[in-house]
């Protein structure tokens, strides 16, 4: 059986094809400039790489030129379009609707239609490429996958702000919480390696890239996590604050002379690592200058550090204790030095790791790098969500 998995953003299209007898991938690629001139296909199959510029004007004609790609006698993978069994696509946001993947039903679409005031960036593009896609691949099946349901487990006491309660009732403003398939597949992949399969189970979870999230899973259903109504809550990120005073917002929309609009793409655009540092939001070059000697670099660094402790001690509370704490995602699995700024301090929770270990490169596989006394086990777990993506899209599609 083979998946094609499609992650639609405003200008761009992700796609990757999945062999699900291996998992493996067969195909992937990106189209760029959606809607804008010049756009761009790169497609990546059997160890080359194909650049084609042809125009995109709208989703459609990305999937389209996706098709072709993969089915091209020269670069592609397929003999025809009829080989792909089925299609799985990233979708932002469930609301309330959902509480797993969905069939891309008329009425389904209908719904993340009506849920894009939610976060109307992504879900606007998310759901034209599903309907540019069913255009083109009528009779196909085709599954939504959300960032959102895997925290629909959480209890309310966990998602309601203490806000008037109408809020929550008339605005649906809540905690959502994003990251949901990574998440669900790093705490997944830590159970089956722990041999926790059916057993309670304690996990904390800290997806840390450009974008990071942490949540606490407790018996492989998420009980809390720290993004929040949008990606904006949580730890500081590469250029998205984290949480913050709400009252912020108007002081320094005043002082500042920005309006709201503006205010909320400072939020999000210029602050986390980038805004403290003056440096980047990518954590290499900011570490870069930090051990030049910038020392706005070097408290950036101890800011997010200070931050994803500071979840780390909270979801401890909120579980009871620490089974397995999971780093994932771009720095989470490749930033060794991050990582023990982390953990450093947190042997009361019997949390330690060994050095040696954590220093070693990431090889893509799951690597345990507790220390020797230990009691938290500490993994380092490569994040995978178009294998998930792909899993649910196979397991709904065709009851497998
Ligand atoms: P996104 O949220 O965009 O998916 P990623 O998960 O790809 O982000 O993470 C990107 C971040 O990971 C960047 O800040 C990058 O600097 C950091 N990163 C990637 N590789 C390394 C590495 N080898 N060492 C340190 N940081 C890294």
Same mark, same amino acid.
């Given at each position: 059986m083979k998946i094609l998995v499609i992650n639609a953003g405003s200008s761009s299209l992700k796609y990757q094809l999945i062999d699900m007898d291996t998992e493996g991938v067969i195909a992937k690629g990106i189209c760029e400039r959606i809607g804008i001139e010049d756009s761009l296909l790169t497609h990546k199959a059997n160890g080359k790489t194909t650049e084609i510029k042809q125009d995109m004007p709208t989703?459609? *004609?990305?999937?389209?030129?996706?098709?072709?790609?993969?089915?091209? !006698? #020269?670069?592609?993978?397929?003999?025809?379009?009829?080989? $792909?069994?089925?299609?799985?696509?990233?979708?932002?946001?469930?609301?309330?609707?959902?509480n797993g993947p969905a069939l891309a039903t008329d009425e389904n679409i209908e719904k993340c239609l009506g849920n894009a005031e939610l976060g109307p960036l992504h879900q606007i593009p998310?759901?034209?490429?599903?309907?540019?896609? !069913?255009?083109?691949?009528?009779?196909? @099946? +085709?599954?939504?996958?959300?960032?959102?349901?895997f925290h629909s487990t959480m209890p309310e006491k966990a998602y309601i702000f203490g806000l008037p309660y109408d809020a929550y009732k008339d605005y649906r403003i809540r905690r959502y919480g994003f990251h949901g398939t990574s998440h669900r597949f790093v705490s997944? #992949?830590?159970? !089956?390696?722990?041999?926790? *399969?059916?057993?309670?189970?304690?996990?904390?979870?800290?997806?840390?890239?450009?974008?990071?999230?942490?949540?606490?899973?407790?018996?492989?259903?998420?009980?809390?996590?720290?993004? &929040?109504?949008?990606?904006?809550?949580?730890?500081?990120?590469?250029?998205?604050?984290?949480?913050?005073?709400?009252?912020? $917002? #108007?002081?320094?929309a005043k002082?500042?002379?920005?309006?709201?609009?503006?205010?909320?793409?400072?939020?999000?655009? !210029?602050?986390?690592?980038?805004?403290?540092?003056?440096?980047?939001?990518d954590f290499r070059s900011i570490r870069n200058a930090a051990v030049e000697g910038n020392k706005r670099a070097a408290l950036a660094l101890d800011i997010f550090a200070y931050s994803v402790k500071k979840y780390i001690g909270t979801y401890a509370a909120v579980l009871g204790?620490?089974?397995?704490?999971?780093?994932?995602?771009?720095?989470? *699995?490749?930033?060794?030095?991050?990582?023990?700024?982390?953990?450093?301090?947190?042997?009361?929770?019997?949390?330690?790791?060994?050095? *040696?270990?954590?220093? +070693? @490169?990431?090889?893509? &596989?799951?690597?345990?790098?507790?220390?020797?006394?230990?009691?938290?086990?500490?993994?380092? $777990?490569?994040?995978? #969500?178009e294998l998930v993506i792909a899993r649910d899209t196979l397991a709904l599609a065709f009851n497998k």
């Open positions: 989703h459609q *004609e990305a999937i389209e030129l996706v098709l072709q790609a993969l089915i091209n !006698k #020269e670069y592609g993978v397929l003999s025809s379009m009829d080989e $792909i069994d089925a299609v799985g696509h990233r979708v932002l946001h469930s609301g309330e609707d959902f998310n759901i034209a490429g599903v309907k540019a896609c !069913k255009e083109v691949m009528p009779n196909t @099946p +085709m599954v939504l996958v959300f960032d959102t349901t997944g #992949e830590a159970i !089956k390696y722990l041999g926790l *399969e059916g057993k309670p189970s304690k996990i904390i979870t800290c997806h840390l890239g450009n974008g990071s999230s942490m949540s606490a899973v407790k018996d492989g259903k998420c009980v809390d996590t720290s993004m &929040s109504f949008t990606p904006l809550g949580g730890v500081p990120m590469g250029t998205r604050s984290g949480e913050l005073d709400p009252a912020i $917002i #108007e002081f320094l002082k500042s002379g920005m309006t709201l609009a503006e205010t909320i793409n400072y939020l999000n655009k !210029k602050s986390g690592v980038l805004g403290v540092s003056g440096v980047s939001s204790g620490v089974d397995c704490l999971v780093f994932t995602a771009g720095l989470g *699995e490749n930033d060794g030095k991050m990582r023990k700024e982390i953990v450093d301090g947190l042997e009361f929770l019997g949390i330690e790791i060994n050095e *040696e270990l954590n220093a +070693m @490169p990431n090889d893509g &596989s799951i690597r345990d790098i507790t220390g020797a006394n230990g009691k938290v086990k500490v993994l380092v $777990i490569p994040t995978n #969500e």
